[in-house]
């Protein structure tokens, strides 16, 4: 869930002192019902007291499960579609929007290779490669950039990244990490 | 976004049409009005018959586009209406009393989270570069594409294709891009706990039964990961059905209840790696229960054989086209000292114990399953489902404590990206064992 709430906040730790009293008061009569409906064995009770339990904890934390799930609901429900196409991208501080605009720019039926600055953050090496790849699609990835018809290049030109390729176009820079510059290039005949 | 829910709900009812036809395939004809079965088995099993031979027709070419996904389901819906002999209608029992409180709040806690499944983009990292990447490709180039697949930005490439089929339902039919893929998949996980009540209801007592189904569905865990679009969740649901179905075929020997177990564990094996590991454990467990209880072998070899074929097809072309995955990339367990990396072994369980009772994970789950088991080795008439609950469970925690041990990945992110995840098939499946496990005083 996208905004699940991280912490509970004021509203969660009401609704689970509230659970756990509700919970705390309906424990006796719930045991006594479940342990008419369950029985078991003649002087047995442990089915009915794991049954009760089991409600018991159920009431408890419910009312804050489903609390958070709809605040979930009323921070996510506001995202547009075009938005929602490059979330992903975000949680690796990657501009989704950069990477439709290197879309627009290379040819649907070709390949590209990446190559991403070592100053860039970790989660943007590692994740990009496979961001592309799905975003990008169908377009196909390269295993090695020097094979690939055109480049992406993250954080520098193609030539500061270590790959000949006719001169790049700048697509933008990423908002969501240092401003580092995106390039996109055709591959060298 | 209307019509694109209208366009979903079609594409589903093909998938209920199907399990229809699954049901009568296997002997049984649910009343339409009977809703858990006509909508909670009846899906599953359209989903998971309709999944496997849908990742064996794209194997052979086919681009899976909405209209053969329609004929696709009427092809087995047709299968159904063919069978002969007579069909076994299951009976119908309802709550009581106070109980009928147990099934409102279910149905509150689904409705609530089919809500958010409705508005929840794609986002988690395995979602968008295993499983959405696949379905994608599959969508955008008419099939399954190797070199595609082979190429360097898919993740996972050879994971099995029941979940990349199960979204190219929402991308057929509401067209590409599609943000309607969450729910597509969180529809396995809402159709479980109406599915669980059914196959249960004449078998236990329905205080249990619900209170199992309750758990359930607001288990934190399961939530979040059903909105997460990734296929820890269908896993679990499909090994779960597949563990109860084939128990109840050990204690009844209706062979109904045995073909759906190998729709259920087909399903399982063609979601994610693992579930071809928990299935095997699963059929061990059932072989060693039905000789303790001197049921033939033949139709349980038989249903083996049937899981382990419908594999086949992804699984060979995965081989010929070369397609790898993070831990065979990484040199597989080859690339691992297994004695000097035996201190995993301590560390992998006690992640998976820590995961398992974290209650902010699964509330009361974890508890009713663990209960369950330990009462069910108490009481005569439970202790046969009781020790196959816990082999096939425990047996399968050890599997991925063997994972863990024998991982090339850095263990430490490997366990820290997973543990959380990959203990929901085995927690689930003793989860939903555990109504049987109650019920000994009632037969």
Same mark, same amino acid.
């Given at each position: 869930?996208?905004? &699940?709430?991280?912490?509970?906040?004021?509203? #969660?730790?009401?609704?689970? %002192?509230?659970?756990?009293?509700?919970? &705390?008061?309906?424990?006796?009569?719930?045991?006594?019902?479940?342990?008419?409906?369950?029985?078991?064995?003649?002087?047995?009770?442990?089915?009915?007291?794991?049954?009760?339990?089991?409600?018991?904890?159920?009431?408890?934390?419910?009312?804050?499960?489903?609390?958070?799930?709809? +605040?979930?609901?009323?921070?996510?429900?506001?995202?547009?579609?075009?938005?929602?196409?490059?979330?992903? %991208?975000?949680?690796?501080?990657?501009?989704?929007?950069?990477?439709?605009?290197?879309?627009?720019?290379?040819?649907?039926?070709?390949?590209?290779?990446?190559?991403?600055?070592?100053?860039?953050?970790? +989660?943007?090496?590692?994740?990009?490669?496979?961001?592309?790849?799905? %975003?990008?699609?169908?377009?196909?990835?390269?295993?090695?950039?020097?094979?690939?018809?055109?480049?992406?290049?993250?954080?520098?030109?193609?030539?500061?990244? #270590?790959?000949?390729?006719?001169?790049?176009?700048?697509?933008?820079?990423?908002?969501?990490?240092?401003? +580092?510059?995106?390039?996109?290039?055709?591959?060298?005949? | 976004?209307?019509?694109?829910?209208?366009?979903?709900?079609?594409? /589903?009812?093909?998938?209920?049409?199907?399990?229809?036809?699954?049901?009568?395939?296997?002997? !049984?004809?649910?009343?339409?009005?009977?809703?858990?079965?006509?909508?909670?088995?009846?899906?599953?099993?359209?989903?998971?018959?309709?999944?496997?031979?849908?990742?064996?027709?794209?194997?052979?070419?086919?681009?899976?586009?909405?209209?053969?996904?329609?004929?696709?389901?009427?092809?087995?819906?047709?299968?159904?209406?063919?069978?002969?002999?007579?069909?076994?209608?299951?009976?119908?029992?309802?709550?009581?009393?106070?109980?009928?409180?147990?099934?409102?709040?279910?149905?509150?806690?689904?409705?609530?989270?089919?809500?958010?499944?409705?508005?929840?983009?794609?986002?988690?990292?395995?979602?968008?570069?295993?499983?959405?990447?696949?379905? /994608?490709?599959?969508?955008?180039?008419?099939?399954?594409?190797?070199?595609?697949?082979?190429?360097?930005?898919?993740?996972?490439?050879?994971?099995?294709?029941?979940?990349?089929?199960?979204?190219?339902?929402?991308?057929?039919?509401?067209?590409?891009? /599609?943000?309607?893929?969450?729910?597509?998949?969180?529809?396995?996980?809402?159709?479980?706990?109406?599915?669980?009540?059914?196959?249960?209801?004449?078998?236990?007592?329905?205080?249990?039964?619900?209170?199992?189904?309750?758990?359930?569905?607001?288990?934190?865990?399961?939530?979040?990961?059903?909105?997460?679009?990734?296929?820890?969740?269908?896993?679990?649901?499909?090994?779960?059905?597949?563990?109860?179905?084939?128990?109840?075929?050990?204690?009844?020997?209706?062979?109904?209840?045995?073909?759906?177990?190998?729709?259920?564990?087909?399903?399982?094996?063609?979601?994610?790696?693992?579930?071809?590991?928990?299935?095997?454990?699963?059929?061990?467990?059932?072989?060693?229960?039905?000789?303790?209880?001197?049921?033939?072998?033949?139709?349980?070899?038989?249903?083996?054989?049937?899981?382990?074929?419908?594999?086949?097809?992804?699984?060979?072309?995965?081989?010929?086209?070369?397609?790898? /995955?993070?831990?065979?990339?990484?040199?597989?367990?080859?690339?691992?000292?297994?004695?000097?990396?035996?201190?995993?072994?301590?560390?992998?369980?006690?992640?998976?114990?820590?995961?398992?009772?974290?209650?902010?994970?699964?509330?009361?789950?974890?508890? !009713?399953?663990?209960?369950?088991?330990?009462?069910?080795?108490?009481?005569?008439?439970?202790?046969?489902?009781?020790?196959?609950?816990?082999?096939?469970?425990?047996?399968?925690?050890?599997?991925?404590?063997?994972?863990?041990?024998?991982?090339?990945?850095?263990?430490?992110?490997?366990?820290?990206?997973?543990?959380?995840?990959?203990?929901?098939?085995?927690?689930?499946?003793?989860?939903?064992?555990?109504? !049987?496990?109650?019920?000994?005083?009632?037969?």
């Amino acid at each position: 869930m996208l905004n &699940l709430p991280a912490e509970p906040g004021t509203v #969660g730790v009401v609704l689970l %002192a509230l659970g756990a009293l509700v919970a &705390l008061l309906v424990f006796a009569p719930l045991l006594e019902r479940v342990g008419a409906e369950v029985g078991g064995r003649r002087g047995e009770r442990a089915p009915s007291w794991l049954v009760a339990g089991a409600l018991a904890v159920t009431v408890a934390g419910a009312p804050f499960g489903l609390w958070r799930v709809v +605040e979930d609901i009323r921070k996510t429900a506001p995202i547009t579609p075009e938005h929602a196409r490059y979330v992903g %991208a975000e949680t690796k501080r990657i501009d989704g929007e950069l990477v439709e605009r290197v879309a627009a720019l290379i040819p649907r039926n070709a390949t590209y290779g990446v190559v991403v600055s070592e100053g860039a953050y970790e +989660e943007i090496r590692e994740g990009l490669p496979y961001w592309l790849g799905f %975003a990008l699609l169908p377009r196909r990835q390269a295993r090695d950039a020097r094979g690939a018809e055109w480049i992406v290049a993250w954080g520098g030109t193609p030539a500061s990244l #270590g790959i000949r390729a006719r001169p790049p176009q700048l697509v933008g820079r990423n908002r969501l990490a240092d401003r +580092e510059p995106v390039y996109v290039a055709e591959a060298a005949s | 976004m209307i019509r694109d829910l209208l366009a979903l709900a079609f594409g /589903n009812a093909c998938l209920v049409a199907a399990g229809h036809g699954v049901l009568r395939a296997v002997g !049984l004809r649910p009343a339409y009005a009977d809703l858990p079965w006509a909508l909670g088995v009846a899906y599953l099993a359209g989903a998971a018959v309709v999944g496997v031979l849908s990742s064996a027709l794209l194997v052979l070419g086919l681009a899976l586009t909405w209209w053969q996904i329609v004929l696709l389901c009427g092809a087995v819906f047709a299968v159904g209406l063919a069978r002969r002999g007579t069909l076994r209608q299951p009976v119908r029992a309802g709550t009581a009393g106070w109980t009928r409180v147990l099934p409102l709040g279910t149905f509150l806690a689904l409705s609530i989270l089919a809500v958010d499944l409705a508005v929840q983009p794609i986002w988690t990292d395995d979602a968008w570069s295993i499983w959405a990447a696949k379905a /994608n490709s599959i969508a955008a180039l008419g099939g399954l594409d190797p070199s595609l697949l082979s190429s360097a930005g898919v993740f996972n490439a050879d994971y099995p294709l029941l979940v990349p089929v199960l979204e190219l339902v929402a991308l057929r039919f509401c067209g590409i891009p /599609n943000e309607l893929v969450p729910l597509q998949l969180g529809l396995v996980f809402l159709a479980f706990p109406a599915a669980l009540v059914a196959l249960l209801r004449d078998r236990a007592r329905p205080v249990v039964l619900w209170t199992v189904a309750l758990a359930v569905s607001v288990a934190p865990s399961l939530q979040i990961q059903a909105a997460s679009a990734v296929a820890d969740v269908p896993l679990a649901v499909f090994f779960a059905l597949a563990g109860v179905t084939g128990w109840r075929w050990v204690e009844e020997g209706e062979g109904a209840m045995l073909g759906l177990a190998a729709s259920f564990g087909a399903a399982a094996v063609a979601t994610k790696v693992e579930g071809g590991v928990f299935v095997v454990l699963l059929v061990v467990g059932l072989a060693v229960a039905a000789l303790r209880l001197g049921r033939p072998l033949r139709a349980l070899v038989a249903t083996a054989l049937a899981i382990a074929v419908s594999a086949l097809p992804w699984v060979v072309w995965a081989r010929v086209h070369g397609l790898g /995955n993070a831990y065979s990339d990484g040199g597989g367990a080859g690339a691992v000292d297994l004695a000097a990396a035996v201190d995993r072994v301590p560390r992998a369980a006690f992640a998976i114990a820590r995961e398992l009772a974290d209650p902010s994970s699964w509330l009361a789950l974890a508890l !009713l399953a663990a209960g369950a088991a330990l009462l069910g080795l108490r009481r005569p008439g439970a202790r046969g489902a009781a020790l196959f609950t816990c082999f096939v469970g425990l047996a399968s925690l050890v599997a991925l404590v063997g994972v863990y041990w024998t991982t090339p990945l850095d263990f430490e992110f490997h366990i820290a990206t997973s543990a959380r995840r990959v203990v929901t098939a085995p927690l689930l499946f003793a989860a939903a064992m555990a109504p !049987l496990l109650l019920a000994s005083g009632r037969r």
